[in-house]
């Protein structure tokens, strides 16, 4: 099944999608998709709830998120555009949760931000309580999936000291959705296709089959590290194609226009405003 969460910012409601793509209101069924609800997601038949009318805006499709985890340099072909040696384990950064949007919300350039890069990658959302998982068992523990934007600010990242959380975490920087697929809708998690157009030009494409680690690998590991609860979400990383591997780079500016897509989980549209 396919689950949104879809309203005015601050004001979503949980809604699932039917045959034809139409929102379906499940808001007498639960209060929102977080936490111990997606433990045990509804299975409602779509056509038995309330038709939402018109097309609303979508919020993020997981709510009240705990974590947001970001995995580094995970796929072979971004690692050779950027000149750098795959890692021999899991590159881990956090993202503030404040930093999520809804999936066709504006991202906004903060102030005195002029290196903004774009990231399509593969959203992976626990659904049960994780700690010390093998990987044989590690996606039992698995919700579903999502597209996340992982939107970063490469001068605050590599040139401002400590840590990448520094220009990963903008408000706006992770748009998220526009659903969450169960993993019944995508089959084999390790053969999807990812791809980003900037302005009309495809900038990304890649495909899960190229991720360094594994779905099952980052769960498990990270799982060894921090009990992972419901809801959280990790962010596997993004094929090649990023803005600082251009010549010359290109970064994100005020109007520019992006569409992301992966296989079976739809697609977003985000227009680039700067901040005033």
Request: contains cysteine; glycine residues 10%.
């Amino acid at each position: 099944m396919r689950y949104v969460m879809w309203g005015e910012p601050g004001r979503e409601k949980p809604g699932v999608l039917d045959a034809a793509d139409r929102i379906r209101d499940l808001s007498d069924v639960i209060e929102d998709l977080s936490g111990d609800t997606l433990v045990d997601l509804p299975t409602t038949d779509p056509d038995h709830l309330p038709l939402v009318p018109g097309t609303p805006r979508l919020g993020s499709p997981v709510a009240k998120v705990g974590k947001l985890i970001g995995i580094g340099l995970n796929y072979t072909d971004h690692a050779e555009e950027l000149g750098m040696p795959l890692p021999d384990e899991p590159i881990v950064f956090m993202k503030a949760t404040s930093s999520m949007c809804g999936p066709d919300d504006d991202v906004i350039l903060p102030f005195g931000a002029t290196q903004t890069d774009w990231e399509v990658e593969l959203g992976v959302v626990i659904g049960s309580h994780t700690k010390n998982i093998a990987e044989a068992q590690a996606l039992d523990h698995v919700a579903g999936y999502t597209i996340v934007n992982d939107i970063s600010e490469r001068g605050w990242q590599f040139d401002r000291g400590g840590q990448w959380v520094k220009g990963k975490s903008a408000d706006t920087f992770a748009p998220t959705g526009p659903w969450l697929a169960t993993p019944d809708e995508l089959g084999n998690v390790q053969d999807l296709d990812l791809s980003l157009s900037l302005n009309g030009k495809k900038m990304q494409s890649g495909s899960t089959a190229r991720m360094v680690f594994t779905v099952a690998q980052i769960v498990s590991y990270l799982s060894t590290l921090m009990s992972l609860q419901p809801g959280d979400i990790i962010a596997t990383g993004t094929p090649p194609g990023v803005g600082m591997g251009q010549t010359p780079k290109r970064f994100l500016q005020d109007g520019d226009h992006m569409r992301l897509a992966i296989t079976a989980l739809g697609t977003q549209q985000q227009k680039v405003r700067q901040a005033r």
